[in-house]
């Protein structure tokens, strides 16, 4: 099975179609969460992530505020302008759908969460030391996160005490270590310092994974932005990917 696998797409339609048209035909679609908070297009991109096919979603902690899981003080002034704003925005419909989410999903070979195994919307998975800590708390081979909006992957070798970080390049094809920690970078606010939407490509016939990044009209998203009044550091950012 070839799966596109997404995360933080953060409200960026003009991200997410190009990576949708840059991925091509794929068997299924697995997406990490935050599909809202600090982008203009909280309906749209909902609307589009159910409209794939074999579709797994999981809840972001942006999604998780939206819903009034978690409290709006945990976020900084500016996050929580833009989490309130997308409250009013979001029909009936997308809300419900966002309420629907769980916070992990385990398959046979995948677990699947936002930030961390250990904390599923909160932990960041930044460096070596808390990535090999969080190796204890999934049973699978393979874990998926997103979050930290870096394009990362964490092997744990076999009686080794310490994970190994690969930050990959653009098309940069990797084999899966039989334990892996994958971030597929975000969609919609990339913070590597490449502006480029980013998303992974991952055969489970051949556990591969193959990093990507496409380039989107960023201005078209800042203007939309700025329609809207959204903070002017979310829509500065976008372009340098920060
Ligand atoms: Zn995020």
Avoid at 139 to 150: A, D, F, R
Wanted: aromatic fraction near 8%; include cysteine.
């Amino acid at each position: 099975m070839k799966i596109l696998i997404i995360s933080d797409i953060h409200a960026n339609l003009t991200a997410l179609e190009a990576v949708f048209a840059n991925a091509g035909e794929v068997d299924a679609c697995w997406c990490l969460g935050d599909l809202v908070g600090y982008g203009p297009d909280p309906n749209e991109c909902i609307a589009l992530i159910r409209q794939q096919n074999n579709l797994i979603c999981i809840e972001g902690n942006h999604d998780a505020a939206v819903i009034e899981q978690i409290e709006l003080t945990a976020f900084n002034p500016e996050a929580r302008l833009a989490l309130n704003w997308t409250r009013a925005q979001l029909t009936a419909d997308n809300l419900q759908y966002l309420k629907s989410l769980p916070e992990r999903v385990e398959l046979d070979l995948v677990t699947l969460v936002h930030g961390s195994p250990r904390q599923p919307v909160w932990e960041y998975l930044l460096d070596t030391r808390t990535a090999t800590l969080n190796f204890s708390f999934f049973k699978t081979p393979y874990c998926l996160v997103g979050h930290t909006h870096l394009p990362v992957l964490y092997y744990l070798a076999e009686e080794s005490r310490m994970s190994t970080l690969i930050m990959p390049d653009n098309s940069t094809q990797l084999a899966l270590a039989p334990r892996t920690i994958l971030n597929p970078g975000s969609v919609g606010q990339p913070r590597d310092r490449d502006p480029r939407a980013s998303y992974v490509i991952l055969d489970t016939d051949l556990f591969i994974c193959e990093y990507h990044r496409v380039a989107y009209d960023v201005a078209a998203v800042q203007e939309r932005m700025r329609k809207h009044n959204l903070p002017e550091r979310h829509i500065q950012r976008l372009l340098i990917g920060w």
